[in-house]
């Protein structure tokens, strides 16, 4: 199952922030269901009305509080970007791909945030 991102808002703050050629995106993710090898789909696309943008996203950074590392793998929509989990590894190694299968509870009940930048239509 994908990952469900919603706008992240606050008071009279939208989630949604423009300059002159990007539009950031503040926002939670919400997991649930099975990782895939390689990732797990990330679809912006849920957020729009507020997210005018038409192009994927350029970058984003993804952090959550349980421990895990979230990667952002760049899609070429707003629909197919995808995001690594990635688990603890021994001293000096690289860190580990979460295995394909249902996610871990510190994955489901963590509070997972990010920021991507899009470019302006």
Known sequence: MALAAAAQQQGSFSGVTNDQFIEYLFFTVTASGNYATNGDTLNFQGVTPLLISPF??????????????????????QANAKVKVLTGAAAQSPLTELTAGAYPGGVTGDTITGVASFPRA
Request: no cysteine; charged share 0%; hydrophobic share 55%.
């Open 56 to 77: 994927a996203a350029l970058q984003a950074v993804i952090t959550g509080i349980a421990g895990f590392v979230y990667s952002f793998v760049q899609g070429t929509t």
